[in-house]
């Protein structure tokens, strides 16, 4: 049963903080997101639209500000800010139309938010159970993400504002319950003014510009918001809308959304216990689908919140790590043409030496990067491709990803410290050493067996010696890695230090790639902290026996180590990101690796865990606090992945490769 909805909380402590500057929204914190594959929209959970991305899922924030309030005789109280109070928001059940609801006394106010699925427009409907008040609109846009060299006009025959700077314009048009034609409709713009002109008019170029606009709220009215490379085209597109039936976009959006969720498998009947799953199951799809860049089949980790990198490295990008899991999780679910293009996008963007970078923007650029090369991405990479073909048997697609895993795969085999057999230094999945890591080596064995698979149906001759590359690569763990003083794997060997505090930097630090990470002065020797990527060992990469000693000794002190109270899992020891709170992805890959073994019990516990830390809109955060509400990144897509994968059976690339899945009934 989906949870009643919640009232927004102000409170959260940590990164995410309390209020932002403006004392209405969470900062770091959307609510919930909305889109259609260029357009993407960020809201608060007051309604608040907080960002506006077009004409990508990356692309450019275009908001300053937009606010809707209701205009009464004593003047205009905004639907966002006291006096009103009491809001919940709800997503339709498998849909992205959103409710947002607050009240002020006997007044009761609802915002229906849908994002039109074939064009850059998002309409909000507007309903009050008072006669005799209005809708008004305020807008300070921010186009291309900058206030000035914008301009803006009233257009005369429909009363659109029009916002536009170069390449991009930004068109409002409002839509009153009489009809089309937005009769009684007033609007205004004001710019910074010197002393002899006027401060309001329709047409004005200085910024900071400002508009707005109110309509008679006669119970019911709409707010087109469009966008175009032009004035032309956003008012077309606010032209075509003006005569829609009221509910038009919003139909459009469920039955777009329902088509999404019918291409996809149901989750395992296995779960049917567990209440709130299959919902979040469902929202999930809708999430991914919401992230993805319609033009080029990529999927951002999560909307931008955090865009001057104050607390983070910033999340709207592509990471070829994330997008793997991504794929995994989409081919898990049956949405074969949604992981096929995000697995077309990793074949045809990577470096011209054949690994995959730190991350990208969606049409295949380079991004802002703290860590150019981290070793584990490639490995990954090709290993969701080989599941693909094990999936869907799909001979073009393969066809089409060989060139990308040969490549990949060439780069693996020649990434070999020659001193201890493991891969050179490379920047660990988390972000934050460089070093020989145990994670990034498990993947190297995947991807490597993963191409040796490959190779057998496109280039035979190359097969051997990508199988053989992975074999010395895991005999090369088991020797390097294991500890006999922790009885368990150790995170890491050979981490750099920025100072010259520890030992010599040997061959493991020999650069064979023209992507410097950071500068290297010393080494710690072992890291021999817990990390729940060590799961990662077995799951999904099965570079070690899943059910041997040395893994479940691994996976025992693991899940003793980092369980929170609360019963989730924190992402490693003295994690101190974001506020080193409970991780849903390591909450899940705990139950991952425990289903290879046979053990449902935990499984289980971990699919609960994550269900009942959804949000009131079926969201997945990256982090969660103790007492279950979201404390960093949301909705995180590599979460909505993993759930994806944990509530569907096991791929078969997983399963053949496990003797402990094989035997499990």
Not at 7 to 13: A, E, G, I, N, S
Not at 173 to 195: D, F, H, M, Q, R
Not at 253 to 268: G, K, M, S, W
Not at 517 to 540: H, I, K, Q
């Amino acid at each position: 049963m989906t949870p009643a909805p919640q009232r927004p909380d102000l409170t959260v402590q940590g990164p995410a903080g309390a209020p932002d500057d403006t004392g209405r929204r969470v900062a770091f914190l959307p609510a919930g997101t909305l889109g259609n594959g260029s357009l993407l929209v960020t809201l608060s959970g007051r309604g608040e639209i907080e960002g506006l991305l077009w004409p990508s899922v990356d692309g450019e924030q275009h908001l300053g500000l937009l606010r809707l309030g209701v205009g009464c005789e004593e003047g205009v109280r905004w639907l966002d800010e006291a006096p009103f109070g009491d809001w919940s928001q709800r997503f339709e059940p498998d849909a992205g139309v959103l409710h947002t609801t607050t009240r002020d006394g006997d007044l009761t106010v609802e915002i229906v938010d849908a994002a039109d699925p074939d064009g850059p427009l998002l309409v909000r409907r507007v309903r009050c159970n008072e006669p005799g008040l209005r809708l008004v609109v305020s807008c300070r846009p921010e186009l291309d993400d900058a206030a000035r060299h914008g301009a803006a006009f009233v257009d005369p025959d429909t009363g659109a504002v029009v916002f536009y700077r170069r390449r991009v314009a930004l068109a409002l048009g409002l839509v009153g319950a009489a009809g089309a034609v937005p009769a009684g409709a007033v609007t205004s713009l004001s710019g910074a003014s010197l002393p002899h002109e006027r401060e309001l008019d329709v047409l004005v170029h200085r910024a900071p510009v400002e508009g707005s606009a109110e309509i008679k709220l006669d119970g019911e009215a709409r707010l087109l918001v469009a966008f175009g490379e032009s004035p032309d085209e956003a008012l077309a597109l606010v032209r075509r809308h003006l005569s829609e039936p009221v509910e038009a976009v919003e139909d459009a959006r469920r039955l777009h959304d329902a088509r999404v969720i019918h291409a996809a498998a149901p989750p395992d009947p296995t779960h049917d216990g567990i209440a709130g799953l299959e919902a979040l199951y469902r929202r999930s799809l809708l999430v991914l689908e919401t992230l993805t860049d319609r033009a080029t089949g990529a999927v951002i980790a999560a909307p931008e919140m955090d865009p001057d990198f104050v607390r983070s490295g910033g999340y709207g990008f592509v990471w070829p790590r994330d997008l793997a899991y991504i794929a995994l999780g989409l081919l898990a679910s049956g949405s074969q043409d949604a992981a096929a293009a995000a697995l077309r996008w990793l074949g045809r963007h990577r470096a011209p030496e054949g690994l995959w970078l730190q991350r990208y923007w969606c049409d295949g650029a380079l991004a802002p990067s703290w860590g150019l090369h981290q070793i584990d991405e490639t490995g990954a990479a090709i290993f969701a491709f080989e599941a693909a073909w094990r999936e869907q048997e799909d001979e073009r697609l393969d066809a089409e990803l060989w060139p990308a895993a040969r490549d990949g795969a060439e780069v693996l085999t020649r990434f070999v410290d020659p001193g201890n057999g493991l891969l050179r230094a490379s920047v660990d999945l988390w972000e934050q050493a460089d070093g020989q890591h145990t994670y990034s080596c498990a993947s190297a064995v995947g991807g490597l067996r993963a191409a040796a698979a490959m190779a057998e149906r496109h280039d035979p001759p190359l097969a051997p010696r990508f199988r053989e590359a992975a074999a010395r690569l895991a005999v090369a763990i088991d020797a390097q890695l294991w500890s006999e003083e922790h009885n368990h794997y150790v995170r890491s060997v050979n981490v750099a230090r920025g100072d010259g505090g520890g030992e010599q930097p040997g061959s493991a630090f020999d650069r064979v790639l023209p992507y410097p990470n950071r500068r290297v002065r010393s080494v710690e020797p072992v890291d021999p902290r817990l990390d729940s990527s060590l799961f990662g060992l077995a799951w999904p990469f099965g570079a070690v026996d899943p059910a041997g000693d040395r893994m479940r000794a691994t996976s025992t002190a693991t899940a003793s180590g980092l369980r929170a109270a609360c019963g989730g899992m924190r992402r490693q020891v003295d994690d101190h990101y974001a506020g080193g709170n409970v991780w849903l992805i390591a909450t899940l890959w705990h139950g991952l690796y425990a289903r290879l073994v046979g053990d449902s019990t935990v499984h289980r516990a971990a699919l609960e865990y994550t269900v009942s830390r959804r949000t009131a809109l079926d969201l997945l955060p990256e982090q969660v606090l103790e007492d279950g509400r979201a404390a960093w990144v949301l909705p995180l897509a590599w979460s909505h992945a993993m759930l994806l994968l944990a509530s569907r059976p096991e791929l078969a690339i997983v399963r053949d490769a496990s003797p402990a899945v094989s035997a499990t009934p």
